[in-house]
Nanobody, 126 residues
Framework: QVQLVESGGGLVQAGGSLRLSCAAS????????MGWFRQAPGKEREFVAA????????DYARSVKGRFTISRDNAKNTVYLQMNSLKPEDTAVYYC???????????????????WGQGTQVTVSS
């Protein structure tokens, strides 16, 4: 089992920044990829970014590329999502996810992830 706890969400004005954190505990040695997804009201949960546990591979959704940066601190079993130049359309609940399988490329599908956090709300005002 893996437990994931997100933090760092909040209310920010458009153009501002936030940094989300996701602390993992439990079978962290089995984690291969950590990812961030988001879900806005009335919409499907969508991929945002992901990073392999070694940090050698990352991937981003086209809508956030160049504005968001995913990173990890293995000593703390924590993954971060630095979000800059935030837009109102970034408003959503952001979820951290973990998976145990080594794919040929960074997994970006919801069904590829095994464990999920409870989510943290990010609200960007215009």
């Amino acid at each position: 089992q893996v437990q994931l706890v997100e933090s760092g969400g909040g209310l920010v004005q458009a153009g501002g920044s936030l940094r989300l954190s996701c602390a993992a505990s439990g079978r962290t040695f089995s984690i291969y990829t950590m990812g961030w997804f988001r879900q806005a009201p009335g919409k499907e949960r969508e991929f945002v970014a992901a990073i392999s546990w070694t940090g050698s591979n990352t991937d981003y959704a086209r809508s956030v590329k160049g504005r968001f940066t995913i990173s990890r601190d293995n000593a703390k079993n924590t993954v971060y999502l630095q979000m800059n130049s935030l837009k109102p359309e970034d408003t959503a609940v952001y979820y951290c996810a973990a998976e145990f399988q080594q794919y040929s490329s960074v997994p970006t599908l919801r069904r590829q992830y095994d464990y999920w956090g409870q989510g943290t709300q990010v609200t960007v005002s215009s």
